[in-house]
Nanobody, 129 residues
Framework: QVQLVESGGGSVQAGGSLRLSCAAS????????MAWFRQAPDNEREAVAV???????NYADSVKGRFTISKDNADNTLYLQMNDLEPEDSAMYYC???????????????????????WGRGTQVTVSS
């Protein structure tokens, strides 16, 4: 079993930055594929960024060039650096982890896979214009 706890959310103005963290405990070595998702009110949950055990990454088109996903294996923490934030980025952000390596589509971690085994409770990000 793996427990995921997100932190780092908050309120910022457009153009600002936030760094989200996701601390993994339990048996994090058994979660090689990790991702950040977000869900705004009345919207479906969507993948924002995914990272595989070999370090390969993939991003939603809406965040490419602004967000960076990374993982520190030494302290079992997943990060999401968010720069140049826009009001459209406002949402609850969730960390997710799976027992297997990421599903690949065209050689990159899938952005449509939703069957992650473990989920955090989320951290709220609000961006004002």
């Amino acid at each position: 079993q793996v427990q995921l706890v997100e932190s780092g959310g908050g309120s910022v103005q457009a153009g600002g930055s936030l760094r989200l963290s996701c601390a993994a405990s339990g048996n994090p070595d058994r979660s090689p594929c990790m991702a950040w998702f977000r869900q705004a009110p009345d919207n479906e949950r969507e993948a924002v960024a995914v990272i595989d055990s070999d370090g390969s990454t993939n991003y939603a088109d809406s965040v490419k060039g602004r967000f960076t996903i990374s993982k520190d294996n030494a302290d079992n923490t997943l990060y999401l650096q968010m720069n140049d934030l826009e009001p459209e980025d406002s949402a609850m952000y969730y960390c997710a982890a799976d027992r297997w390596a990421c599903t690949l589509i065209s050689g990159s971690p899938s952005m449509v896979y939703l069957g992650y085994a473990y989920w955090g409770r989320g951290t709220q990000v609000t961006v004002s214009s």
